[in-house]
C-alpha cells in the first residue's frame, strides 16, 4: 500500500503519517525506485495502535515503548524475556484500562451537562428550539470557535 491507501485506511493525515516515521515511530516495509513509500498489513496495523494510543492520550515515548515490547514479543524470544516482555505488557494492560475507566468518567461528566443543558433549553426555549442548529459547531456563539471533531484532532498533533 502507499502512504496515501494507509492514510485513508487509518485515518490519519499523509502528514501525521510522515511525521510518525520521522520520529521512529513506524518504518515503511520498502520504498519504490521512485522513493515512494510503501506499507504492509503490520505498518497498517502499527499505525492503528498508534492512533489509539494517541487517542487515550499517551505520549510519543510511551507509545514508542509500548512498541518495542510488543515487538520484543513478536520476536519469539527466549523463556526469561519471555517472561519480563509479559510482564510489562501486563503493566500496559493495567494502565490502558484505567485511562478507559478514566474517559468513561469524563464522558458521563459530559453527557450530564448535555443533558442539563438540553433541560434548561427546553425550559428557556420551548418551540424555538426546533430553530437551533443541529451542529453546535454551526452556531456563531460556539465556544472557543470550536468546529467539530477535525479541528479537534489538528489542535491535537
Known sequence: MQIGEVAERTG????????????????PSARTR????????????????IKRMKSLEFTLEETRLLLTVLSGLAADP??????????RLSTWCTEIDWRCALLR????IAEGLATNLDRELSDRAGSERA???????A???SPAGWTGEAEYERGRR
Do not use: K
Not at 490519519?12 to 518504518?27: A, P, Q
Not at 527466549?78 to 509479559?86: D, K, T
Not at 468518567?105 to 458521563?108: G, V
Not at 430553530?131 to 459547531?137: D, F, H, K, V, Y
Open 12 to 27: 490519519l493525515s499523509l502528514r501525521t503519517i510522515r511525521y510518525y516515521e520521522e520520529v521512529g515511530l513506524v518504518t
Open 105 to 108: 468518567e469524563r464522558l458521563q
Open 139 to 141: 452556531a456563531s456563539g
Open 78 to 87: 527466549a523463556p526469561q524475556e519471555r517472561r519480563e516482555l509479559v510482564d
Open 131 to 137: 430553530s437551533a442548529p443541529e451542529n453546535p459547531a
Open 34 to 49: 521512485g522513493g515512494f513509500r510503501v506499507y504492509n498489513e503490520a505498518d497498517a496495523a502499527r499505525l492503528e495502535l
